[in-house]
């Protein structure tokens, strides 16, 4: 299985993603990250997102960011989105029709048809990373049980 998470720069939410899935997927799945924009090309995940991954035995600070291109809807099996912004940059990315159904919001996972938004925490404090840390800690856990 070949899962890329995609959030809007690749350095929050999207990396905590990657390293949670990273712990708890079989080993021999492939797990990547990436971001619609290339604002963040090359860096590091936020500090804030490496803090709170440390705090729970995830490192995530080799990541590095990079944009989203149309090469990953061919290598990966599931993109995950971490908000609907994300998920209309990514179908509008799409190289053609039978890729889109790849796409996925990674909430629908914990809360199937919902559609909830996993909160950008970039601007605000470490309790944002906390609350987007669980979030994804359940959805990937869902995720997992079903696969």
Request: aromatic share 8%; charged share 25%.
């Amino acid at each position: 299985m070949k899962i890329l998470m995609v959030c809007l720069g690749n350095i929050c939410r999207s990396p905590l993603a990657q390293g949670i899935m990273e712990k708890h997927a079989p080993e021999q799945w492939h797990i990547d990250s990436a971001g619609t924009s290339g604002w963040h090309a090359s860096e590091r995940p936020d500090t804030r997102s490496i803090l709170i991954a440390k705090e729970r035995d995830i490192s995530i600070e080799q990541q590095r960011s990079r944009q989203v291109t149309t090469e990953d809807f061919e290598t990966f099996d599931i993109i995950f989105a971490m908000d609907s912004s994300n998920f209309s940059n990514l179908i509008q990315l799409a190289p053609n029709e039978s890729v889109k159904n790849k796409v996925r919001l990674i909430l629908n996972e914990s809360y199937p048809g919902e559609n909830r938004q996993v909160p950008d925490p970039y601007t605000g404090g470490q309790e944002g990373f906390s609350h987007v840390y669980e979030l994804l800690e359940e959805a990937i856990q869902s995720f997992l049980k079903t696969h």
